[in-house]
Antibody
Framework: VQLVESGGVVVQPGGSLRLSCAVS????????MHWVRQAPGKGLEWVSL????????YYADSVKGRFTISRDNTKNSLYLQLNSLRAEDTALYYCVKGLGYAFDIWGQGTMVTVSS | QSALTQPRSVSGSPRQSVTISCTGTSSDVGGYTSVSWYQQHPGKAPKLMIYDVTKRPSGVPNRFSGSKSGNTASLTISGLQSEDEADYYC?????????FGTGTKVTVL
């Protein structure tokens, strides 16, 4: 089982980027998927959830209206579009497999730095 | 969507037991049997240790146990071992979102 995130870069405030997560080792379209982030030296923060078929999405208040989660089950891939980025969005972003109401498989994360 | 409250740190000697509390509200911890716990070593991704308040994933030692009373969930590590030294986070489902705890550093003396 493997989740490999990519797309993290240094971006200016107000900028945009898209994170990707390539999944292997399990039946991707059987499971909901999440993004969880961790600012440097800080705790974990849940960001977003997408249902197994992409029909339902949910967001933390801190990113609602700015971030968009999506998935392509034909490519075993999860995405997170980040718009209107702020300094407080600087974090390591983890792609995470859902297990019921828990998170059982985590990627190694991709770092997003918002700085001018 | 306020973070759940955990003690900043707990410590214990090898073979002792430690308990980490996780306090929320009736909208999260108290409202659902959906509390999970994660262990994170420095520089590593978190690892699921407990889900659905009391269940242990395959491969997690049985010295880790979970419980809940009202708006407070707890993680107990019995027979503390050196490799248990790490940060621990609780997490609760809250209807349309999830909320993590503030995190607890466990130190093995």
């Amino acid at each position: 089982v493997q989740l490999v995130e990519s797309g993290g870069v240094v971006v200016q405030p107000g900028g945009s980027l898209r994170l990707s997560c390539a999944v292997s080792g399990f039946t991707f379209d059987d499971y909901a998927m999440h993004w969880v982030r961790q600012a440097p030296g800080k705790g974990l923060e849940w960001v977003s959830l997408i249902s197994w078929n992409g029909g339902s999405t949910y967001y933390a208040d801190s990113v609602k209206g700015r971030f968009t989660i999506s998935r392509d089950n034909t490519k075993n891939s999860l995405y997170l579009q980040l718009n209107s980025l702020r300094a407080e969005d600087t974090a390591l972003y983890y792609c995470v497999k859902g297990l019921g109401y828990a998170f059982d498989i985590w990627g190694q994360g991709t770092m997003v730095t918002v700085s001018s | 969507q306020s973070a759940l409250t955990q003690p900043r740190s707990v410590s214990g000697s090898p073979r002792q037991s430690v308990t980490i509390s996780c306090t929320g509200t009736s909208s999260d911890v108290g409202g659902y049997t959906s509390v999970s716990w994660y262990q994170q070593h420095p520089g590593k991704a978190p690892k699921l240790m407990i889900y659905d308040v009391t269940k242990r994933p395959s491969g997690v030692p049985n010295r880790f146990s979970g419980s809940k009373s009202g708006n407070t969930a707890s993680l107990t590590i019995s027979g503390l071992q050196s490799e248990d030294e790490a940060d621990y986070y609780c997490c609760s489902y809250a209807g349309t979102y999830y909320v993590f705890g503030t995190g607890t550093k466990v130190t093995v003396l």
